[in-house]
């Protein structure tokens, strides 16, 4: 496993993960990996059909320096996974705090009731 993430900056992993998961070929990428769990550098651009191969390990190196995958070299082949421990996990709890309290709210609102304007209802 190589990593070239700079962690001199502790905000710059969900930055860098965010400007990786931008572009659909690394969100496809990703969604590969999602359901193999870990595969080699070639069957993964065996299944990006949208670029070519040589893209599709730049784009691997982007999610790897932004601490979403890990690459596991086994003599000449690269294997990539997911990594839930790097910057993933930041970009998950960034959301699950958005959409928890987006989620609260709207709740709230539904429990509550339409709000009436007291003029309306006189």
């Known amino acids: 496993m190589s990593s070239d993430r700079d962690t001199s900056d502790p905000g710059s992993g969900a930055d860098l993960?965010?400007?990786a998961l931008a572009d659909p070929v690394r969100r496809e990428i990703l969604g590969v990996l999602a359901e193999e769990d870990e595969t080699s550098a070639g069957?993964?651009?065996?299944r990006i059909?949208?670029?070519?191969?040589?893209?599709?390990?730049?784009h691997l190196r982007v999610l790897r320096v932004a601490g979403l995958v890990t690459e596991r070299r086994e003599g000449r082949f690269r294997y990539y996974s997911i990594d839930p421990s790097g910057a993933a996990?930041?970009?998950?709890?960034?959301?699950?705090?958005?959409?928890?309290?987006?989620?609260r709210d709207a709740r709230s609102a539904v429990e509550d009731g339409?709000?009436?304007?007291?003029?309306e209802a006189g």
């Open 17 to 19: 993960a965010f400007d």
């Open 114 to 119: 339409p709000v009436t304007d007291v003029a």
């Open 89 to 103: 996990a930041e970009v998950i709890r960034l959301l699950h705090g958005l959409f928890r309290d987006s989620l």
């Open 43 to 46: 069957a993964l651009a065996e």
């Open 49 to 58: 059909t949208s670029v070519g191969r040589t893209a599709v390990s730049t």
